[in-house]
């Protein structure tokens, strides 16, 4: 039996960014040596075999070396909660399944970034949203949250949700998934510091760009040194787990 250690990356909504910037997440941690993977527990709205997927994505800019089916062992075509693709295709999920699932990346990476399904209030099985599977794994959360208009909402919605559970946050990203600015959206200029303050000390720990070339991995890995703290990222992602995981009680 292993265990878990890793980061569960959650965003504001879906169509965020949290794949590009898991993506490149991975991909810088492990210019730095270190052994990272990258699991998407569920994904819907989509289909294998395209290059299109989440997990094709997470692999094609990473460059690590596994099938799409094992780093999402669930793909489901329905562009809606996987709860609603999933039933549609008529398989009924259930997280202990999920989580069972990803037991072998679990074993087989020294650390893991996990990517959501949309945001943490989505339906990710019929009794269970997104966010019971965060706390289930037992790992702290990283937010990807838009740049523009609204995501001060968003953002401190999701803090307060997660901090209800009791499920540490890492810090948040804000990835500028439109390509805007400040004379676009002038809210661009203070919703860092208007995210920062309402959330009670947590910290923006950078604002990832807009890319032209979101597949290139030279480039992720750059746009991460420029725009990302890592240091605090690194640290959690090392800094847990150990023999009485309680996840480890859940699997047999
Ligand atoms: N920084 C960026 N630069 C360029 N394009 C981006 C950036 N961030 C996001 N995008 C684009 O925006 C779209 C939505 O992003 P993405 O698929 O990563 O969202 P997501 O949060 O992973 O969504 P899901 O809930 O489906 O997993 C994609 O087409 C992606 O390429
Ligand atoms: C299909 C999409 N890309 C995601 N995989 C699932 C997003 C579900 C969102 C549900 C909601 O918040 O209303
Ligand atoms: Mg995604």
């Not at 562009?79 to 699932?101: C, D, N, W």
């Not at 919703?191 to 032209?212: A, D, Q, W």
Request: glycine content about 10%; hydrophobic content about 45%.
């Amino acid at each position: 039996m292993s265990t878990l250690r890793g980061m569960f990356i959650t965003g504001t909504d879906t169509g965020v960014g949290k794949t590009i910037v898991t993506s490149a997440l991975a991909a810088a941690l492990r210019a730095e040596g270190l052994d990272a993977g990258v699991w998407k527990p569920v994904q819907s709205g989509c289909l294998l075999g395209r290059g299109a997927t989440d997990a094709e994505r997470l692999l094609q800019s990473t460059g690590i070396c596994e099938r799409p089916e094992a780093v999402a062992p669930f793909t489901f075509e329905a562009p809606l909660s996987p709860m609603l693709a999933a039933r549609l295709e008529g398989v009924t999920l259930s997280l202990q399944e999920i989580i069972a699932a990803g037991e072998p990346l679990i074993g087989r990476y020294q650390t893991l970034l996990i990517e959501g399904a949309g945001g943490v209030a989505v339906p990710l099985t019929e009794d269970a949203l997104v966010i019971d599977l965060i706390s289930m794994l037992q790992v702290p959360v990283l937010i990807v949250a838009r740049a523009g208009l609204g995501t001060i909402n968003h953002t401190l919605l999701t803090i307060s949700f997660l901090q209800q559970r009791g499920i540490p946050i890492v810090g948040i990203i804000i990835n500028n998934s439109e390509g805007v600015d400040a004379l676009d959206d002038p809210s661009i200029a203070t919703n860092t510091e208007l995210i920062e303050r309402y959330s009670g000390g947590l910290k923006v720990l950078g604002h990832f760009p807009y890319l032209h070339d979101e597949a290139n991995p030279e480039t992720l890995i750059h746009s991460v040194r420029r725009s990302i703290q890592l240091v605090p990222i690194r640290q959690a992602l090392l800094l847990q787990g150990g023999d009485d995981h309680p996840l480890d009680e859940t699997r047999t």
